[in-house]
C-alpha cells in the first residue's frame, strides 16, 4: 500500500496502524510522545490566521450572464510562511449550479511579510446584488499534520444587471427612426409633427400635404414634408405585481418586460425624448425620471437590477395615481403588465379613462408560446382538450386586448422574443402617425 508523506511520517512514528491512514486525515487517534512533539511543532510552525490583512478590488457589476472577476489581496504581516486553503464564500446564486467548489476554492503560500493576490470569478444566475460572505482560511503547518483556522469578514458588493439582449435590435430601430426623422429620403406626415421643408408632389402623396401658397408661386405642386417632435416625454410603467411573476419559459415576465422597457428607452433617447421610470405594485418599487439623454439608460438598468416580483396584487388606482404625479405634461405612458382578464377588468379598466384622457397609453404585455403550441396539437384526446384550453386563453386575451382598444389604448401582445422589437415598432408607429 503506497503512503503519503503525512501517512509515512505518522506511520514512522508509530502513532497509528497504518490500515486506517488516510490521505487529508488530520487528527490524531492514538498519539506517543515523539508525535505529540512534531504535531506541536507543526502547529507552532503554521502562520496565524487572524492576523492577515485582507482587501478586496475588482469588479463592482456584471450583467446576468456574464462574469465577474473580484480579486482578494491577502497579506501575511508575520515572520512566518503561510501555507493555506482559501474559501472565499458568496451566495449560492454567484456560480452556475455545481461550480461553486472549483471557483471559490484557493490554495496559496505567502512568504513572511508579502502579499498574494486570488481571484474569484463569479458567474451569477439572478438579478441583483450579490454580497460577499465570509473569507475562511485554514493554515498548515510544514508537516500538514495540523492547521490553524479562521475566518474574515471582507466587504464587497457586486450587482448584477438585466441582461438586455434586445440590443441586438436597436441598429433596425434606428434606421428607421433615422427615415421618420428625414434623415433619409423618406418623409412622413401626420398630425403633431414638426414642419420640415416643401418638396414636388409624387404620385400617392397625402393631398392633405398640399401647400397651396408655395404651390401658387411655383408652376409645379408643392407638398410639405414633416419630421416627428422631440422632446416628448415617455414614461415607462412596469407592473411588479403578482402577474409579472409567472415564468415563462426559464424568466418571469418581468424579466422580459424589463428588456422590451429597456430596448425602448435606448431608442427613444436617442430620437430626443425624455423617458422616466416607474415599477408599482402596492408602493413605489423603483422611480427613475429627470435623467439627460446620455445618462438615462445606465439609470434604468441599475434601478431595473434589484427589481423583484411582489405576490400581490397590483393596485390599479395608486398606479394610475402615481404614473399621473410622475407625468403631469402630456405624455406617452407605456404599461408593461398582463393581459389576464380579472386584473385588467377589475383593476385597470375603471381607472383607465384618467390616463386616457390626458396622456397616449400603450399596454405591452408578455405571451406565452407554449400556449401557441398547445393550440396546435392534435393526435390523442390528451393534445385536443389542451388545444381546447390554450384556444379559450388565447381568445380571453383577444377580448381583454379589444377592450383596451376601445378606450384608445395601443395594445402590444407577443412572445418574450418578440416583445422588445414588437413595442419599438409600436413607438415608431405612434411617431410616424403623429400621435407622440
Not at 400635404?209 to 414633416?226: E, N, P, Y
Request: charged share 25%.
Amino acid at each position: 500500500m503506497a503512503l503519503t508523506g503525512r501517512a509515512a511520517l505518522l506511520a514512522a512514528l508509530g502513532s497509528i496502524p497504518v490500515g486506517l491512514l488516510e490521505p487529508g486525515w488530520t487528527g490524531i487517534l492514538a498519539i506517543n510522545g515523539p508525535l505529540a512533539l512534531a504535531c506541536a511543532c507543526d502547529y507552532a510552525l503554521a502562520a496565524p490566521v487572524r492576523r492577515l490583512l485582507l482587501t478586496r478590488s475588482g469588479d463592482a457589476s456584471t450583467r446576468l450572464g456574464d462574469t465577474a472577476d473580484v480579486t482578494l489581496t491577502i497579506t501575511n504581516p508575520s515572520r512566518r510562511p503561510l501555507r493555506a486553503q482559501v474559501r472565499d464564500a458568496w451566495p449560492p446564486s454567484s456560480w452556475q449550479p455545481g461550480t461553486e467548489i472549483e471557483a471559490s476554492r484557493h490554495r496559496l503560500s505567502i512568504p513572511p511579510g508579502e502579499r498574494r493576490r486570488v481571484t474569484t470569478r463569479l458567474r451569477p444566475t439572478r438579478r441583483g446584488d450579490r454580497q460577499a460572505d465570509r473569507v475562511t482560511i485554514r493554515s498548515y503547518g510544514p508537516l500538514g499534520l495540523f492547521s490553524r483556522q479562521g475566518s474574515h469578514k471582507v466587504p464587497w458588493t457586486v450587482r448584477v444587471l438585466p441582461p438586455f439582449t434586445s440590443r441586438k435590435h436597436l441598429p433596425s430601430k434606428l434606421a428607421r427612426l433615422r427615415e421618420l426623422d428625414g434623415r433619409t429620403s423618406v418623409l412622413t406626415r401626420g398630425e403633431g409633427t414638426e414642419f420640415d421643408s416643401l418638396r414636388e408632389y409624387v404620385p400617392g402623396d397625402d393631398t392633405r400635404s398640399i401647400d397651396w401658397r408655395a404651390t401658387a408661386r411655383q408652376s409645379s405642386v408643392a407638398v410639405r414634408t414633416w419630421r416627428p417632435e422631440r422632446d416628448r416625454h415617455i414614461l415607462l410603467v412596469l407592473d411588479t405585481g403578482r402577474t409579472s411573476a409567472g415564468r415563462v419559459g426559464d424568466a418571469p415576465r418581468l424579466d422580459a418586460s424589463m428588456d422590451a422597457a429597456l430596448l425602448l428607452a435606448a431608442l427613444a433617447s436617442r430620437a430626443g425624448d425624455r423617458v422616466a421610470l416607474l415599477a408599482y405594485d402596492r408602493r413605489v418599487r423603483a422611480l427613475v425620471q429627470g435623467r439627460s439623454a446620455g445618462d438615462v439608460l445606465p439609470s434604468l438598468v441599475h434601478a431595473m437590477a434589484s427589481l423583484e416580483p411582489e405576490l400581490v396584487e397590483t393596485d390599479a388606482r395608486g398606479l394610475t395615481a402615481t404614473a399621473l404625479r410622475t407625468a403631469p405634461r402630456r405624455s406617452l405612458i407605456v404599461l408593461l403588465t398582463a393581459l389576464d382578464a380579472a386584473p385588467v377588468e377589475q383593476g385597470l379598466l375603471p381607472v383607465l379613462p384618467q390616463l386616457t384622457q390626458r396622456h397616449t397609453v400603450l399596454v405591452a404585455s408578455v405571451a406565452d408560446p407554449h400556449i401557441a403550441g398547445m393550440a396546435q396539437a392534435r393526435g390523442n384526446a390528451e393534445a385536443v382538450y389542451e388545444a381546447a384550453a390554450a384556444a379559450q386563453a388565447q381568445g380571453e386575451r383577444r377580448r381583454t386586448a379589444e377592450q383596451l382598444r376601445r378606450h384608445g389604448v395601443t395594445v402590444v401582445d407577443a412572445t418574450p422574443e418578440n416583445l422588445a422589437p414588437a413595442l419599438a415598432d409600436a413607438y415608431l408607429a405612434l411617431k410616424a402617425a403623429g400621435r407622440l
